[in-house]
């Protein structure tokens, strides 16, 4: 084989992985395409250039099927007990009210809210 043949297999083979990788997080759900049981759990409240805003309910029982979240901020305006499930594992977590947090970004996980109150997330992603 020529040079110019083996320039030509690595070309397909990183066009293949980049076209692999891309499509692996694509498949993921966005926070608003995601539900629970086909029942919306997130809405938008505010989206503009820089932000994107949605308010996300969680009664007991319901959760937030697999979906990813690019970098973001949050607060808890009403706290429960969650089951989460990530790269990192499955653990159960009491998210208190008036909680807040940072994420650069989740690749993926799922929750569900396995308290015995109503939990409601505000999520602020930048753009």
Do not use: Q
């Not at 030509?8 to 076209?19: D, K, R, S």
């Not at 208190?96 to 109150?117: A, K, R």
Request: with cysteine; net charge negative.
């Amino acid at each position: 084989m020529t040079k110019t043949t083996y320039f030509n297999y690595a070309v397909y083979i990183c066009i293949l992985i980049l076209f692999i990788c891309c499509n692996n997080k694509n498949t993921l759900l966005d926070p608003l395409e995601a539900g629970w049981n086909n029942e919306v759990v997130c809405e938008l409240i505010e989206d503009h250039s820089k932000i994107r805003v949605l308010r996300c309910t969680f009664s007991p029982g319901i959760g937030h099927e697999r979906h990813y979240h690019k970098a973001h901020f949050g607060y808890t305006i009403s706290g429960s007990k969650f089951r989460i499930k990530d790269t990192s594992g499955t653990r159960e977590v009491n998210v208190p009210t008036g909680y807040s947090f940072n994420n650069d970004e989740i690749e993926w996980h799922e929750v569900l809210n396995i308290g015995d109150s109503t939990a409601v997330f505000l999520i602020v992603e930048y753009k």
